[in-house]
């Protein structure tokens, strides 16, 4: 990005926009918009209103290494501190996974089974391995007298989670405590099955983390990727801890890679506290969550 001329919102757009072209950088236009805004301060729709203002060296100076650093694959989501799931906006930083739409598969579904089951007037809901409480949030946002439970392993990520939850107003419903899966529910007073166990577990085996995309593989936290030798270790432990911590009736959602439907549904089949084993689809078709009720 050369220092000549004026650098108006329109001409830096322009600019950015075929730089990241070249660079294969996803969604390139929608790319310089998030970071333009994120340094102006203004939503994507302002920068349209506003396209002849010409930009400060200020803040050309804060923009210059930005697009630099998401040439070479960093998340635009990480560049920004920002990201959005199911209409709501998230703080991200590299402790948590950036959220994903196909997660919303999990979220619809669960709501659409709330809607549609007798006794679920009022879930009790628990979310594990939470991140940056995308799930938990956007289930309790939607699904009014929902109350959740989240844990999380990592307490980089239970701060980042817990300031979420704060600032979407949902703190007396949303409930984010430190530790292993099941481990923090030990010392918690209300000890009260739960109607909805719900999770987007590490699902990829370890030996496809080098495959992955540079900007997943060296910007995203390892341990909220790798699922262990096929995927779903993790998937697993929740399987077979969960029939303690649920309701005769109630459901397991666990996300799941597009390639593991099969794998997942045999796996949860060899639990007998588990019955009506399930894969949902995404949009795209492909496989997304698993689930299963307990008996």
């Known amino acids: 990005m050369a220092d000549g001329g004026t650098w108006t919102v329109r001409r830096l757009l322009e600019w950015t926009t075929g730089y990241f072209t070249r660079k294969n950088v996803d969604q390139p236009r929608l790319a310089a918009e998030l970071l333009l805004g994120h340094v102006l ?35 635009i ?14 703080d991200v930083t590299r402790d948590v996974l950036i959220p994903r739409p196909d997660t919303e598969t999990l979220v619809e579904n669960v709501m659409q089974f709330v809607r549609n089951q007798a006794g679920m007037e009022a879930p009790r809901v628990l979310d594990l391995c939470t991140g940056s409480g995308c799930i938990a949030a956007a289930v309790a946002h939607h699904i009014k007298s929902a109350v959740v439970t989240a844990t999380e392993i990592s307490p980089a990520a239970v701060a980042i989670a817990r300031k979420n939850i704060d600032r979407l107003g949902l703190t007396g419903r949303v409930l984010i405590e430190e530790g292993d899966l099941f481990e923090p529910l030990n010392h918690m ?40 030798l096929d995927g779903l270790v993790i998937h697993r432990r929740i399987l077979d801890q969960s029939p303690d911590r649920l309701v005769p009736g109630g459901r397991v959602f666990l996300e799941i890679a597009f390639d593991q439907g099969e794998l997942a549904t045999k796996v949860a089949q060899e639990y007998p506290a588990f019955e009506d084993v399930r894969v949902l689809k995404d949009y795209g078709g492909r496989d997304r969550v698993l689930t299963a009720r307990r008996k």
């Open 41 to 75: 301060n203004y939503p994507r729709i302002k920068l349209y209103t506003d396209y002849e203002r010409v930009l400060t060296d200020a803040q050309l100076a804060v923009f210059r290494p930005l697009v630099q650093r998401a040439a070479e694959d960093e998340p």
């Open 77 to 90: 989501a990480y560049l920004t501190g920002r990201a959005h799931f199911f209409n709501l906006e998230f």
């Open 189 to 228: 007073v209300d000890v009260r099955p739960f109607d909805l166990i719900l999770s987007n577990p590490p699902y990829i085996p370890t030996a496809q983390i080098e495959a992955l995309d540079r900007s997943v593989k060296d910007y995203e936290p390892l341990q909220a990727l790798d699922g262990g």
